[in-house]
């Protein structure tokens, strides 16, 4: 069993940033990928970025590469998004999801094997 909660969402306007984190509990051991999805209302869940725990091997999604940062800090099982120059198309809810294997697909959301419950980034134009 693995739980993920994050935290750090909220209403921010354009241009300006946020710093989302996910911390991790339970059989983190089991876990080798971290990943960051997005939701929109309307739309499919998407990929925004992940990295693994082991060699800090990170990823991101073209929409998002240059303006967010993923980064972990293993002692405190948390994994962050750092999320710079906020447009309003970045609103959605975010949710941080967890990985048992480091091969297959990283983007794909059927690859996590566990999720956290979301929380809300809203960016105002």
């Known amino acids: 069993q693995v739980r993920l909660v994050e935290s750090g969402g909220g209403l921010v306007q354009a241009g300006g940033s946020l710093r989302l984190s996910c911390a991790a509990s339970?059989?983190?051991?089991?876990?080798?990928?971290m990943g960051w999805f997005r939701q929109a209302p309307g739309k499919e869940r998407e990929f925004v970025s992940a990295?693994?725990?082991?060699?800090?091997?990170?990823y991101y999604a073209d929409s998002v590469a240059g303006r967010f940062t993923i980064s972990r800090d293993n002692a405190q099982n948390t994994v962050y998004l750092q999320m710079n120059s906020l447009k309003p198309e970045d609103t959605a809810v975010y949710y941080c999801a967890a990985r048992r294997s480091r091969g297959g697909v990283w983007t794909a959301p059927n690859e996590y094997d566990y999720w956290g419950q979301g929380t809300q980034v809203t960016v105002s134009s």
């Open positions: 339970g059989r983190i051991f089991s876990t080798y990928v």
């Open positions: 990295i693994s725990w082991i060699g800090g091997n990170t």
